[in-house]
């Protein structure tokens, strides 16, 4: 499913993102709403799982710092603070250097979420086995009158 995000996002950063038809946004727009998304994401998962292992809490700050970085550049070169991406790519090439950056900050953002929260598309029938069976030994927790409507009704 992360997968399928990630191709989606890919597609979506190609040099300029048509929304509408009167909405244009730029790869750097997008890039910064991206990372700052991300960044609260990774906030987030560092606060709901903060009772987690040391090795995964540390992977949510990195992130987290590492997302901060790629929002400030992407943030400094949409306000004309940094007027060129400093890399220098071969000319000829289908993308450019905000397609990269772009790419790079999805990529590392929803690393860590995919990484400790992964699941094989072969457990998935077992583990929506096992959820059937707790909804059926709690009855969905749903709770089902024995009452009709004139209970309730005057």
């Known amino acids: 499913m992360v997968q399928t995000h990630l191709y989606v996002l890919a597609a979506l950063l190609i040099s300029s993102v048509q929304i509408f038809s009167f909405l244009k946004i730029s790869v750097v727009t997008l890039t910064l709403w991206v990372t700052g998304g991300l960044f609260l994401l990774n906030v987030l ?5 903060r009772a987690q292992p ?7 700050y990195v992130v987290c710092a590492l997302e901060l970085v790629i929002f400030l ?5 949409r306000l004309g603070f940094v007027t060129h991406v400093p890399y220098h790519l071969p000319p000829g090439l289908p993308f450019n250097r905000a397609e990269i950056g772009a ?3 999805v990529g590392l953002g929803l690393f860590p ?3 400790w929260h992964r699941t094989s598309f072969s457990d998935l029938g077992t583990r929506m086995a096992a959820d ?3 909804i ?3 009855d969905g ?3 089902i009158r024995d009452t009709g409507p004139g209970g309730w009704m005057n």
């Open 45 to 49: 998962m560092a606060i709901i799982f």
């Open 54 to 60: 040391v090795k995964e809490r540390l992977s949510y």
């Open 73 to 77: 550049f992407a943030l400094a070169l």
């Open 103 to 105: 790419t790079i900050a």
């Open 113 to 115: 979420a995919a990484y």
């Open 132 to 134: 059937a069976k707790t």
């Open 136 to 138: 059926r030994e709690r």
């Open 141 to 143: 927790g749903v709770r």
